[in-house]
C-alpha cells in the first residue's frame, strides 16, 4: 500500500457534502485491501473522537482494487490537521498489512490538539449558523473570510473575522452564480453567458481556463477554474453575476468553493483525463461533473447536454486502405504491405519524420524504448476492450439518477426531435434547441416554441457548421433564461459575441488560412470536422498539435484516430514542454507519430507552435488551411502574426466570422 496523496477537501466534493481530507492509495500485488480500508477506517475513528468530530470515513474503491480514495469530513478551520490526521491513519494501514505495530494515537496527540488550536477560527460556528439563518453565503480559505457576494459582500481577513452581531448582515447577499462544467464547451459556454449578462446590464465575473474576468476584461491570465478563482470574483466588489467555469481537477482535487448556485450547467462528458484519481470510464466521469449539480438551488435550473460524444474509429477501423480518399494525402509515399514498418527512400531533414521512422523512440515514464509496433502493450495502454470503438458511446448524462437533482433540468441538443428532449418536454420540462428553420429555440411543455435567435446570425458559430460552438450557444441561451435573464439580453449577447480567444479563431495570413483552437481530447478534435471542412472547401490542411503528457498512451492514439478523422494532408507535433507531466521530452510527439505512421499521414515535427506556422506557410499553396490545435502559447503567436501584420484588434476575423479568411 503506497499513499499516492494526501489534501483538504474545501467545499462540496465527489465524496463529500462539505469540507475534509482526502488520502489517495495505491494497492500493491498481495495486499489485504479489506485489511487496509478497517485499519485506515479505525485509526481516523480514534482520533475523531480525541478532536471531538463527527467524521464518518468514505471508501471509493478503484477499479480492480487498484487504489482507493480515503476520505473523511472535518471542519472548515481544521483541514491541515485533518490531514495529518489521514496521513498517520494511512500509516497504520501500511503497519497493518506488514505486520509491524501500529503508532499509537498517544504519541501523535499532543501534535494534533496544538495544531488544532492553532488552526481553530472560535468565531466560525456561530458566524455559519449567522450567514444560513441570513441566506448569507460564507467564504473561508486560509487568508481571508468573507460574507455575501460580489458587489453585496464584505472581506475580513482570517483572523479578524467578525461576531456575528459586528456583522452589517442587511448589507450582505447572494449574487446570481452560475457554474459551467463538461469535457469540451466549458470557457466558450462561460464567455457566452458573461456576454449575455452584461448585455442584460450585469457586470460579470468570469472564471476560465484562459484567466479571470471581470465585466469581460481579463485581470489575470492563466487557468483559474479551481475554487481559488472563484472565491476572487465572488469577493469583487464590482461583480453583480458570477460565472464559475469548473474543471475536473479542481472538483476531485479541491472541491467547490460554493454551497449554493442559481444554475449549473454540464456541457457533455466525453473521453478525457480517464484513468487518473480513480476515474475509468465515462459513467464515472460523469459523476465527478455532476457534483456541480448537487449544489443548485430548489429554485434553480440544472442544464445538460443531450447528445452523445462524437466516436472516433478504433485501430481496426481506420487505416490508409479504409480512409476516405480526401483523408490520404495525395504526395504520399508508398508503403509496401509486406514492410509497413520500414522508412521510405528519401532524405528527411533534421525536423522531418520519414514514414516508419519516429523521430524518437517513446520511452514511458520510467521505463525502458517502447517498439514502434503499435499492438505492443505498454503499462499506461487501456486492454484492448476499453480502447476507442467505432460504434457511438452513449451520453453518460441521460443515465444519471433524475431523482437526484435538487432543481428542475433543462436539456439541450441540436436535434429538435432527439428522443431525450421529446420525452422530458412531454413530461412538461424545459428543452433548448435549433429548429428545422436554423433557430435557437426554447421549449416549455406544452407551450408554443420561443425562437430566440437565428443561428445564421451568431458569428461563431460560421453558418451552423461549428456545430460544438452551436451547442455552447444552446448551453449558454439555457443557462441564462435559467437566472431570469431575458430573451432579448440572449439574442442580443450572442450575436455581439464575436471574440473568442483561442477557440475557432480564423486569420487571413499570407496566402493561407490559419485556425487556432483549443480541441485537445478526442471528442473536441473530431468536432471540427464540419467546419475546418467548410473552411478549407477543398483545400489542403496541415494540422499540428502536442498532447499533455497525462494522457495515457492509447488516449494519445485516440487523439492521433481523431486527427485523422480530419483529413489531414499533413501533420506537424510538438511537444507542450509546460505540460509533460512525467514524460521525457519528444515522448508524447512519438507516439503520436507511431500513429500517424500507420494510418498512412505524412508527419513532421516542430518546436513551437510558431514553428509550426513558420513551417506551414512554407507548405501552404493559396487557400490552403494551417490549423493549430491545443493552442496554449497565444502572446508567442500573436506576437509572430502581429509581426506579419495582422492587427490584434481585428477581433471579428480572429472570433471566425462567416467568410473572415
Avoid at 170 to 178: C, E, K, W
Avoid at 243 to 250: C, D, F, K, N, Y
Avoid at 363 to 378: K, L, Y
Wanted: hydrophobic letters at 45%.
Amino acid at each position: 500500500m503506497r499513499l499516492l496523496d494526501a489534501r483538504r477537501l474545501t467545499g462540496v466534493n465527489l465524496d463529500l457534502d462539505g469540507p475534509g481530507a482526502i488520502a489517495e492509495v495505491e494497492f500493491e500485488a498481495g495486499d489485504d485491501v479489506a485489511r487496509a480500508i478497517a485499519a485506515w477506517q479505525d485509526a481516523v475513528a480514534r482520533a475523531a473522537r480525541l478532536l471531538g468530530w463527527d467524521a464518518p470515513p468514505v471508501v471509493r474503491r478503484w477499479l480492480g482494487d487498484r487504489g482507493a480514495a480515503l476520505v473523511f469530513p472535518a471542519p472548515a478551520d481544521a483541514l491541515y490537521v485533518a490531514v495529518d490526521v489521514t496521513e498517520w491513519a494511512v500509516e497504520c494501514a501500511q503497519r497493518a498489512l506488514s505486520g509491524e505495530p501500529p503508532r499509537e494515537l498517544d504519541e501523535l496527540a499532543p501534535t494534533l490538539l496544538a495544531a488544532r488550536e492553532r488552526e481553530r477560527l472560535a468565531v466560525l460556528p456561530a458566524l455559519q449558523a449567522a450567514a444560513e439563518a441570513h441566506g448569507v453565503p460564507l467564504l473561508l480559505d486560509d487568508d481571508h473570510l468573507s460574507l455575501g457576494e460580489g458587489a453585496r459582500s464584505r472581506v475580513w481577513p482570517r483572523a479578524l473575522a467578525p461576531a456575528p452581531a459586528d456583522v452589517p448582515w442587511d448589507s450582505l447577499a447572494p449574487i446570481p452564480v452560475a457554474l459551467v462544467t463538461g469535457t469540451n464547451g466549458k470557457t466558450t459556454t462561460a464567455r457566452l453567458l458573461a456576454r449575455i449578462a452584461r448585455t442584460a446590464g450585469h457586470v460579470p465575473g468570469n472564471t476560465s481556463t484562459d484567466g479571470l474576468a471581470v465585466a469581460e476584461q481579463v485581470v489575470e491570465t492563466g487557468d483559474w477554474t479551481g475554487p481559488g478563482a472563484a472565491r476572487i470574483v465572488l469577493r469583487d466588489p464590482r461583480v453583480t453575476f458570477a460565472v464559475l467555469e469548473v474543471a475536473r481537477g479542481g472538483i476531485l482535487r479541491r472541491g467547490l468553493a460554493v454551497d449554493r448556485c442559481d444554475a449549473a450547467c454540464i456541457t457533455n462528458v466525453s473521453a478525457d483525463h480517464l484513468g487518473e484519481h480513480g476515474i475509468d470510464d465515462l459513467a464515472a466521469m460523469a459523476h465527478v461533473k455532476a457534483v456541480v449539480t448537487r449544489v443548485v438551488a430548489p429554485h434553480g435550473r440544472i442544464v445538460l447536454g443531450a447528445d452523445a460524444p462524437i466516436a472516433v474509429p478504433g485501430p481496426s477501423g481506420m487505416s490508409p486502405g479504409t480512409l476516405p480518399s480526401e483523408h490520404v494525402s495525395s504526395n504520399m509515399p508508398e508503403r509496401s504491405p509486406t514492410a509497413a514498418g520500414s522508412p521510405p527512400a528519401g532524405p528527411t531533414g533534421p525536423s522531418e519524420l520519414a514514414l516508419g521512422q519516429p523521430a524518437s523512440a517513446p520511452v514511458s515514464a520510467g521505463g525502458p524504448p517502447e517498439p514502434s509496433d503499435m499492438s505492443v502493450r505498454t503499462p499506461t495502454d487501456r486492454p484492448p476492450s476499453a480502447r476507442a470503438s467505432a460504434t457511438p458511446q452513449p451520453n453518460p448524462l441521460l443515465d444519471l439518477p433524475a431523482d437526484a437533482f435538487p432543481a428542475p433540468v433543462v436539456w439541450f441538443s441540436r436535434d429538435p426531435q432527439h428522443p431525450q428532449l421529446q420525452r422530458h418536454r412531454a413530461a412538461g420540462g424545459e428543452v433548448w434547441f435549433v429548429s428545422a428553420a436554423g433557430q435557437l429555440t426554447c421549449g416549455r411543455g406544452g407551450e408554443p416554441d420561443v425562437a430566440v435567435v437565428a443561428i445564421d446570425e451568431l458569428p461563431f458559430c460560421f453558418g451552423g457548421a461549428a456545430t460544438h460552438n452551436v451547442a455552447n450557444a444552446l448551453a449558454a441561451a439555457a443557462l441564462a433564461a435559467a437566472v431570469g435573464l431575458p430573451d432579448a439580453a440572449i439574442a442580443a449577447g450572442l450575436r455581439s459575441f464575436v471574440d473568442n480567444p483561442g477557440r475557432a479563431q480564423l486569420v487571413a495570413l499570407d496566402q493561407a488560412k490559419l485556425f487556432l483552437d483549443f480541441a485537445h481530447n478526442p471528442a473536441g478534435i473530431a468536432g471540427l470536422a464540419p467546419l475546418l471542412a467548410q473552411i478549407r472547401a477543398g483545400a489542403r490542411l496541415l494540422v499540428s498539435l502536442g498532447i499533455a503528457g497525462d494522457r495515457r498512451d492509447d488516449d494519445i492514439r485516440d487523439i492521433a484516430r481523431a486527427v485523422a478523422s480530419l483529413g489531414p494532408d499533413l501533420v506537424l507535433t510538438r511537444d507542450l514542454e509546460h505540460y509533460l507531466r512525467g514524460r521525457q521530452p519528444g515522448e508524447v510527439p512519438a507516439l503520436l507519430e507511431q500513429s500517424f505512421v500507420g494510418l498512412g499521414i505524412a508527419c513532421e515535427r516542430v518546436e513551437s507552435e510558431v514553428a509550426a506556422i513558420r513551417r506551414g506557410l512554407e507548405w501552404a499553396r493559396p487557400g490552403d488551411v494551417i490549423a493549430i490545435l491545443v493552442h496554449v502559447d497565444r502572446d508567442e503567436v500573436w506576437a509572430e502574426l502581429r509581426a506579419r501584420g495582422v492587427a490584434p484588434e481585428a477581433g471579428e476575423d480572429r472570433s471566425g466570422r462567416p467568410g473572415a479568411a
